[in-house]
T-cell receptor, first 114, second 115 residues
Framework: AQKITQTQPGMFVQEKEAVTLDCTYD???????LFWYKQPSSGEMIFLIY??????QNATEGRYSLNFQKARKSANLVISASQLGDSAMYFC???????????FGRGTSLIVHP | DSGVTQTPKHLITATGQRVTLRCSPR?????VYWYQQSLDQGLQFLIQ???????AKGNILERFSAQQFPDLHSELNLSSLELGDSALYFC??????????????FGPGTRLTVL
């Protein structure tokens, strides 16, 4: 069975600073994908970044980067230069093998202070 | 805007009632997924349809059913509603096989409140 663990229920960061949101995963599959989604208070789920298990380089999308450590089974999201609009819930998710169904973590609430 | 639309945005109903949630996927996407998000259970996958046929089933109650129509829009039917069914229901769509990975695009959700 696949499992995603997000151990930080809440995080606080000062505006313009970087923050790391933790995500560890568990799967016996060699082929899998890791996703991060943002859910602002308005409720919609916004796709941020993807990392494939065979990708050599860490994924980056603008201010978002994924710190992928395969041996440790971790896929932490790094947000650089935090902005007030980054305040939201952040969900890590994993999809294994040929399944198109992701398993989601319980989320981390990020609050950015001015 | 993800391109996925869901109606209604909010729904308030009473226990024992039946409701229908509607989803239109992004143009060209063949797969539709339904999720339930509640405070105690987190984000739970319910069911997936691909091009009109059921593809995968998750933690969907027998009181719930879904279908995908020839125009690819999907409906989630919730019946004999209970207080615990109050949640945010998301629809997501994906191209399924159209790229190296299968990113799902989420709609804005339907917030269901059962009184």
């Amino acid at each position: 069975a696949q499992k995603i663990t997000q151990t930080q229920p809440g995080m606080f960061v000062q505006e313009k600073e970087a923050v790391t949101l933790d995500c560890t995963y568990d799967t016996s599959d060699q082929s899998y994908g890791l996703f991060w989604y943002k859910q602002p208070s308005s409720g919609e789920m916004i796709f941020l970044i993807y990392q494939g298990s065979y990708d050599e380089q860490n994924a980056t999308e603008g201010r978002y980067s994924l710190n992928f450590q395969k041996a440790r089974k971790s896929a932490n999201l790094v947000i650089s230069a935090s902005q007030l609009g980054d305040s939201a819930m952040y969900f890590c998710a994993m999809r294994v093998g040929g399944s198109y169904i992701p398993t989601f973590g319980r989320g981390t609430s990020l609050i950015v202070h001015p | 805007d993800s391109g996925v639309t869901q109606t209604p945005k909010h729904l308030i109903t009473a226990t024992g009632q039946r409701v229908t949630l509607r989803c239109s996927p992004r143009s060209g996407d063949l797969s539709v997924y339904w999720y339930q998000q509640s405070l105690d259970q987190g984000l739970q996958f319910l069911i997936q349809y691909y091009n009109g046929e059921e593809r995968a089933k998750g933690n969907i109650l027998e009181r719930f059913s879904a279908q995908q129509f020839p125009d690819l829009h999907s409906e989630l039917n919730l019946s004999s509603l209970e207080l615990g069914d109050s949640a945010l229901y998301f629809c997501a769509s994906s191209a399924l096989g159209g790229s190296s990975y299968n990113e799902q695009f989420f709609g804005p959700g339907t917030r269901l409140t059962v009184l």
